[in-house]
Every structure is written in structure tokens, then in C-alpha cells.
């Protein structure tokens, strides 16, 4: 079975082309939405409170995610700290869930797979592509956040550009094409790959 990692930066428009894969039978892990399953975990917890205090807890003794994204997105070490104790559990993970699914490939989608180093984890990478411009306009509607923000956390990702030319495939989602057929153009070249 190929594994083929499915990223692009923030506002890129990956979770619709993931729904695209997943309409076509191909299972999708998300790897976002899967890691937060592991800041409930009591040794991720004891990591997380060593290396950045009780601020970042409820009163309840609960990782206040917000909190935790203000510090991350405003500091490159303390980001990279955060990745190094969730990355490796989410990666077990992903090869847990792999090894229950069936088919010829499957997906990972996540925005940080070139600059995590697990680009070779992964057969395949498909890069959603759009302009910062776009990504920004997108984002501080989805998430009713400000243009500063948006930046400072793009700030944290490789430029567009570099991680197309790193990646295996591209998908253009600026407008200038339709995805659906970009996306089942690469849905039969994975399905030939795979045989």
C-alpha cells in the first residue's frame, strides 16, 4: 500500500482536497485534528507543563490549546519543542492506523510534512499550492483571526514555492484551475503507481 503525505500551508485549501480523496474511498488521516488526542495523554501533559509551565493549563488542569498556540506561533524554539514530544507519537500513529486500512494508498494530510523531516515517511507528496495573498483572505475569514496573525504563523512554514518543488505532485488552488480534475488526475497515477 503507498502512503502518500497530503500538505500545504496554512489557508491552502488541503482539508477540501482531502475530503476530495476521502469522496473517492481513500481513507485520510488527519494529522491536526489526530495530535490533539495526545495533549490528554499523562506523560505528553508532564512534557508540555515542564517546558512551558502552568500557563499554558486551565484551572481545571486542562492544556488551554490557546494558550499553547499563543507561545508557539510567536516563538520558532518553543514551536519546535511542542513538535518534537507530538510528531513522533502522531507519526506511530499514522503507521497504527496504516497497517488497519485497506486499498491501494492512503493519505496523511498535514501542513508540516517537509518541515518536520518525515517528507521520507511518505511514497508520495502532494502539495496543495496558493498565493500567501489568497491563503491570508481565506484564513482570517475561516477563522475570524487578524492578517498579523495568519502571518505569524505562516511565518513558521516553508515558502509555497519550495515545498512544490520538494513535493511529488501539485495541486493548484488559486482559482486558475478546477481541483476536483487535478485531484483525479492524481488519484489514477497513485492507483497505477500502486499496482
Known amino acids: 500500500m503507498i502512503t502518500a503525505g497530503l500538505t500545504g500551508n496554512i489557508g491552502s485549501g488541503k482539508t477540501m482536497v482531502s475530503s ?9 488521516y488527519h494529522a491536526d485534528q489526530e ?15 515542564e517546558f512551558f509551565g502552568q500557563k499554558v493549563f486551565t484551572g481545571e ?3 488551554d490549546r490557546k494558550a499553547l498556540a499563543g507561545i508557539v506561533f510567536n516563538d520558532a524554539a518553543a514551536l519546535r519543542k511542542l513538535n518534537d514530544i507530538l510528531h513522533p507519537l502522531v507519526r506511530d500513529d499514522f503507521r ?3 497497517s488497519h486500512r485497506s486499498g491501494c494508498y492512503v493519505i496523511h494530510e498535514a501542513a508540516v510534512i517537509i518541515e518536520s523531516g518525515f517528507r521520507n515517511e511518505f511514497d ?5 499550492s496558493c498565493p500567501a495573498g489568497i491563503a491570508i483572505d481565506r484564513v482570517t475569514l475561516r477563522d475570524s483571526v487578524s492578517r498579523d496573525e495568519v502571518l505569524r504563523r505562516m511565518q ?13 505532485f501539485v495541486i493548484r488552488n488559486d482559482g486558475s484551475e478546477m ?10 497515477k497513485l492507483l497505477n503507481i500502486s499496482q
Open 20 to 28: 476530495i480523496f476521502n469522496v473517492l474511498g481513500i481513507p485520510v
Open 156 to 168: 513558521f512554514q516553508m515558502e509555497d514555492e519550495k515545498k512544490a518543488a520538494l513535493s511529488d
Open 61 to 63: 488542569g486542562e492544556i
Open 124 to 128: 508520495q507528496i502532494i502539495h496543495v
Open 35 to 49: 495530535s490533539k488526542k495526545f495533549l490528554g495523554d499523562d506523560a505528553v501533559r508532564r512534557r508540555i507543563l
Open 96 to 98: 497504527e492506523w496504516t
Open 179 to 188: 481541483v476536483i480534475p487535478q485531484v483525479l488526475a492524481i488519484h489514477h
